[in-house]
């Protein structure tokens, strides 16, 4: 969520005016506490009611609503602007992007930093962990999204806008294929990248080259929906853009794995007694 030029967060209550309340858009909590412009807002998926906030002044800060908006922690590792954040869905892990190259892995239990992913050429804008949490896709300036094994820190797969790839002197300035967001789809296969090139594209897990291309002009942001029929996508000119998603279906071997996956880290997978091609295959080391 971005909060645009503003160095606070303002929580509202919104009552169904069918409810007979007269109470409509009651401010409930304003968060002060950022020196700079707040860029991004992310929950906690476990229902906890955290708040983790993301800021132009180097930090993130972690706020807990159900004591009235306490302020938890401050996490410190950027050395410059910090874009976006997003926790991994059974919230243990957050994932903090920015500008120099920055990709950070935080421990929200004990709110550490756990490491730092090393790949990107440019300022990192966007990130998103898979539904199952083994993946985490982050989209860059350098003109890629990189997908992540979050648990080993490793490089899985590079999906590139521009051919052939930049040298990192290019890709690290100006070099119209910026990419600006990223969203990972529901089911998990599916993901979607938005660049300045005016191109929104699909790409599979599968596969390095993108699945279907659409035009889109002065995009930023995009956002699946829940069943992963639909991709939003916002531009700079205060249209919302919607696309009806390519369709498939899940083998159930990926149902398997996802399932599998959501309970288990990499270094667990690779214990298990089993064939190295089923553990290859659940560590997505087949990317």
Request: charged fraction near 20%; aromatic fraction near 8%; hydrophobic fraction near 40%.
């Amino acid at each position: 969520m971005n909060m645009g030029e503003t160095l606070g967060i303002i929580l509202c209550c919104y009552i169904d005016p069918l409810h007979r309340c007269r109470i409509f858009g009651k401010l409930l909590l304003n968060l002060m506490d950022h020196t700079d412009i707040v860029r991004d807002l992310t929950f906690a998926p476990d229902g906890s009611l955290m708040l983790v906030s993301a800021s132009r002044d180097k930090t993130l800060r972690v706020w807990d609503l159900k004591d009235d908006g306490n302020m938890v922690k401050v996490l410190r590792s950027h050395q410059n602007w910090v874009y976006c954040s997003a926790f991994s869905p059974d919230s243990s892990v957050l994932c903090s992007v920015g500008a120099g190259k920055s990709v950070f892995l935080w421990d929200m239990d004990k709110y550490s930093l756990i490491r730092k992913l090393e790949g990107h050429h440019n300022d990192v804008v966007s990130c998103e962990f898979s539904p199952d949490g083994a993946l985490l896709a982050t989209a860059s300036y350098d003109t890629r999204v990189i997908i992540w094994d979050p648990h080993m820190g490793t490089v899985l797969l590079e999906l590139a806008h521009l051919f052939p790839p930049p040298s990192p002197i290019f890709a690290g300035g100006a070099n119209d294929r910026w990419v600006r967001s990223v969203a990972f789809c529901h089911d998990g296969r599916h993901i979607a990248s938005i660049t300045d090139d005016r191109m929104v594209r699909f790409w599979t897990i599968d596969e390095t080259s993108p699945q279907a291309i659409a035009p889109l002009t002065n995009g930023l942001c995009c956002a699946f929906s829940t069943d992963g029929s639909f991709l939003a996508a916002g531009s700079r000119d205060g249209s919302v853009h919607f696309w009806a998603c390519p369709k498939s279906i899940a083998s159930l071997q990926h149902l398997c794995r996802m399932a599998l996956r959501r309970v288990m880290s990499t270094q667990q997978v690779q214990t298990l007694p089993i064939p190295p091609r089923i553990r290859s295959y659940l560590s997505y080391q087949d990317l």
